[in-house]
């Protein structure tokens, strides 16, 4: 299994409130990515990287910032949550091949937040 | 807008049988397409990765197949076990940042 761990695995927070998602990596890929997962939506991408200090918008990016000041660790954070955000997070890396191809990528375990 | 669908949203098959999965995309210049497996409540497994210059990829029971000219691919799963019971996902590389879009998955349920 691909070395990539989030925490926390659950949350419960209010209305309001600021929370960080963390996702760690031990494979020294280059791009982490951040998916929310929902009932009928499916996975959507949130923010995306592809590189220490490099990072851009993905599908539903409202209400979301993120960092990554090191390959291995990449934060979502919602600056104040909001129940639309009530979902599951998934965290992902990948690597290029030399022709830009991407290889396999590869998910996390999921964080469940909920917010009240 | 690039799009991947997934049919049927659930299927329910008797052990044993040989089944075939659908994904279609709505843009061919794709990077590479990828099959996961997701159980209830856990996350996503990968089963299968096919980059676009191949037409299929193996890898025991499950063949997944590419037709990018159709906008297609398929996961054919031989001889169906109970274990098999899962959602299926669909997703399609497209992008500068290879990003993953996914279908919202086949929902299969085999029975003993």
Redesign the interface.
Known sequence: DAGITQSPRHKVTETGTPVTLRCHQTENHR?M?W?RQDP??????IH?S?GVKDT?K?EVSDGYSVSRSKTEDFLLTLESATSSQTSVY?C?I?E?RVT???????????TRLTVT | KQEVTQIPAALSVPEGENLVLNCSFTDSAI??L?W?RQDPG???T?LL?I??SQREQTSGRLNASLDKSSGRSTLYIAASQPGDSATY?C?V?WGS?????????TQLTVLP
């Open positions: 791009y990515y998916y009928g939506h499916g996975l959507r991408l995306y592809y851009d993905g998934f992902a990948s290029l830009g191809d991407p290889y396999e990528q590869y998910f996390g375990p999921g | 990077y590479n990828q996961f856990k996350g996503l990968s990765l980059q676009s996902l997703a590389s940042a290879r990003q993953l879009t996914f279908g919202s998955g």
